[in-house]
């Protein structure tokens, strides 16, 4: 009886290895599927093949290490950081860099307008609504609390009807 239970705990133990490993493994046929979930010729083999390797005492690293030998990186759903994949697990940090250098551009941009406007300001040029509103913003006193001050009426006494 204890022969039986133990066989069968293996047996488990098997099973539930090579689920796991199945779920990590792309079906060569269907592409979009896991070996796990496709019902392909060479999914069902995949599939032995992996409880075969398991019974045999292998590991998974050595598993994974086999396929992807002979069907080649494309079969593993996590492909390892090389020179040819950098550019895939890279791809977001640049996106994030370059919408963060454009941000940082616009702002600086934005501050250096400010400069254009009080010399437009100065030359006599009637400034747009929105140039109001960023002189504004841009010139108005702080007080002691580093907050702003609703009301701009001392700056637009100063300033020439606009």
Request: charged residues 25%; aromatic residues 8%.
């Amino acid at each position: 009886m204890e022969i039986q239970d133990e066989e069968l705990k293996k047996g488990q133990v098997v099973d539930a290895r090579a689920r796991n490993i199945s779920h990590n493994v792309r079906c060569t046929e269907c592409g979009s599927q896991s070996i796990e979930d496709s019902q392909a010729d060479i999914a069902i083999l995949l599939r032995k093949l992996i409880r075969d390797e398991i019974r045999a005492g292998k590991s998974d690293k050595e598993i994974y290490k086999k396929l992807e030998e002979d069907y080649g990186e494309t079969v593993l759903y996590a492909p390892k950081f090389d020179l040819q994949t950098a550019a895939l697990w890279l791809s977001p940090l640049l996106i994030a860099g370059a919408a963060g250098g454009i941000w940082a551009y616009n702002r600086h941009r934005q501050k250096t307008n400010v400069h254009i406007m009080a010399l437009n300001l100065v030359r006599g040029v009637p400034l747009t609504p929105k140039e109001k509103q960023t002189m504004l913003e841009v010139l108005a006193p702080l007080d002691l609390q580093g907050t702003t001050f609703n009301s701009f009426s001392w700056w637009r006494r100063w300033l020439p009807k606009l």
